[in-house]
């Protein structure tokens, strides 16, 4: 046993060294491509913004100028953030980061945009798990089901066209998914009431958020 001691505390020493080595090198690569992967997260986003905000709408950084959406915002929206378009420092429209919840396979992230005079700017889907060749159909990529939204507005509390045409509204749905385009047809409709009832406070609170979604 004495024999073996050595050389256990050798391969040990070893070990210790290679696992040393190793997040030291993980920890290297992180801090050489940190950089990177934040260039790519903010020109992901400033494409995604320029998307649904058009350019000769806006003349700031929409992707500085955002807030977190405060909790007391009398909506049960799941509301992330929300980034302002100003052009000659007069609010134009706001891109609002939230969730369908309801989706056939769960959460569907939107990035919803609304000009100042309640029409939709356009709307983007950010990320779902819907099935594929059915509910996927909300990705722009798949579909311009999602362009449908550009240039609608609510006519009042009561406008019953916001739905699916089973459901008797103007929105299409998918043929064997209607589950899918109903809950983002749900959540813009809310987008939109909520930006209306709180227009004057979304752009009036100070930038408090940080550059990346």
Not at 123 to 135: A, F, N
Request: net charge negative.
């Amino acid at each position: 046993m004495s024999e073996l001691t050595p050389a256990i505390s050798k391969n040990s020493l070893i070990l210790a060294l290679f696992a040393i080595s190793c997040t030291a090198a993980v920890a290297i690569v992180q801090l050489l491509t940190a950089d990177r992967i934040e260039q790519q997260a903010q020109q992901k986003l400033i494409r995604q913004l320029n998307q649904v905000i058009q350019k000769d709408n806006h003349d700031n950084e929409m992707f500085l100028d955002c807030i977190v959406a405060p909790e007391d915002n009398n909506s049960d929206l799941l509301i992330d953030v929300i980034y302002r378009a100003r052009l000659n420092n007069a609010p134009t429209a706001a891109a609002i980061k939230t969730v369908a919840p309801d989706g056939y396979s769960g959460n569907i992230e939107l990035l919803i945009a609304i000009n100042t005079d309640g029409s939709v700017s356009g709307v983007r889907t950010l990320m779902h798990k819907e099935t594929p060749g059915l509910g996927d159909k909300i990705e722009r990529r798949k579909s311009a089901w999602i362009d449908s939204f550009s240039g609608k507005k609510l006519l009042d509390d009561n406008d019953s066209r916001w739905a699916v045409i089973k459901d008797g509204g103007m929105f299409d749905q998918f043929t064997g998914a209607t589950i899918t385009p109903r809950a983002v047809v749900k959540t813009v409709r809310k987008t939109i009431e909520y930006f209306e009832s709180n227009q004057e406070r979304i752009f009036s609170t100070a930038s408090n958020c940080g550059v990346y979604p």
